[in-house]
């Protein structure tokens, strides 16, 4: 079996809204601790999603605040950790992947979806950083102190949406963020602020969960210039399972659509480019997704070796490259 490095799930969303304070076994949710295990993780970033700016106004007094809740929800895989000790393990280090690799424990790494909460203080980003997290995904649907989102409000955007950059305190964070090694993610971020963070990055950085626009024109996914700068920058684009971004209008996925995409990357930016982000957990129940969880990861090798990818190529998409970028970004 060829162990796995999945760069984004939305998890521990779930369980908390289903007051789930224990990632082992979750049955109504498509990952949980034992489902990685049967799949052969070596490492599984565990996004925090803020809650939508709609909701948070519906909400008013009663909602605790970004901060609160993202201690809350790293709480949720804090416990886990600590409950499961023998199976899984918090990663904040190149260290901390090796300690935990020669130990046989999956490596869990705690990352944020939407910058906002850092409001344009790098003092924020360093208590991000303690908190242990590793990977900040600078934008959502909507603009924050980092700069705009590539899908404004979940739609399309304007041609003069697509191309605003990073914000003068979204410039300065790369910088701070490359210090503190917490890696840059570009998934959902405009085109404009893209192309700001590879001038400025001085580390590899990554498209979590990201595909091809080549072949989906979806305002969330690469064009062939993204995709060739970040192989140049040295980094990796996480292949997303979400349906409508393999496939346009697509309402399920196929093995197929994740190997068309796969192909795309690699010929493009080359196989070192080449990542998984499955999106897990963050897609909607409704939604049908050709892999059900992380446990069917061994059968994706299987059939990308039957279509043409070698093993050495399937292992750096599984892990290898991930595991490299993890080491040169975060230290």
């Not at 196929?254 to 796969?262: G, M, P, R």
Request: aromatic residues 6%; contains cysteine; hydrophobic residues 40%.
């Amino acid at each position: 079996m060829i162990p796995f490095i999945d760069l984004h799930c939305d998890t521990l969303t779930q369980a908390n809204f289903h007051f789930q304070n224990d990632l082992f076994r979750l049955p109504a949710e498509q990952l949980d601790v034992k489902k990685l295990l049967a799949g052969g993780a070596c490492v599984q970033f565990f996004a925090i999603c803020l809650p939508r700016i709609t909701t948070v106004k519906r909400l008013g007094r009663l909602y605790e605040g970004d901060w609160k809740h993202i201690r809350r929800l790293a709480g949720i895989l804090h416990h886990t950790c600590a409950l499961h000790e023998d199976s899984i393990a918090l990663c904040e280090s190149a260290a901390d992947l090796e300690k935990n690799r020669s130990l046989g424990k999956i490596s869990a790494v705690l990352t944020i979806e939407d910058g906002r909460q850092i409001d344009g203080d790098v003092r924020r980003l360093v208590r991000c950083h303690a908190l242990g997290v590793r990977l900040i995904t600078l934008t959502w649907n909507y603009p924050n102190c980092f700069g705009w989102p590539n899908s404004p409000g979940g739609k399309n955007p304007s041609e003069e949406e697509r191309m605003k950059g990073l914000t003068e305190f979204g410039k300065e964070a790369i910088w701070k963020m490359n210090r503190l090694g917490i890696l840059i993610d570009v998934s959902h971020l405009s085109d404009g602020g893209f192309f700001d963070v590879a001038r400025l990055s001085q580390k590899p950085f990554v498209a979590s969960h990201s595909n091809c626009r080549a072949i989906c024109p979806h305002p969330r996914n690469l064009s062939d210039e993204m995709i060739r700068t970040i192989a140049l920058k040295g980094g990796i684009v996480g292949l997303n399972q979400h349906p409508p971004f393999l496939r346009a209008g697509a309402k399920k996925s196929t093995v197929e659509d994740l190997i068309a995409h796969l192909d795309h990357l690699r010929d493009i930016g080359g196989i070192d480019c080449v990542a998984l982000g499955s999106d897990f957990d963050g897609c909607g129940r409704n939604v049908r997704m050709c892999m059900k969880g992380p446990q069917q990861y061994p059968m994706l090798a299987k059939r990308m070796m039957e279509n043409g990818f070698t093993r050495e190529e399937t292992e750096k998409i599984f892990y290898r490259n991930a595991e490299r970028v993890m080491r040169e970004a975060m230290g």
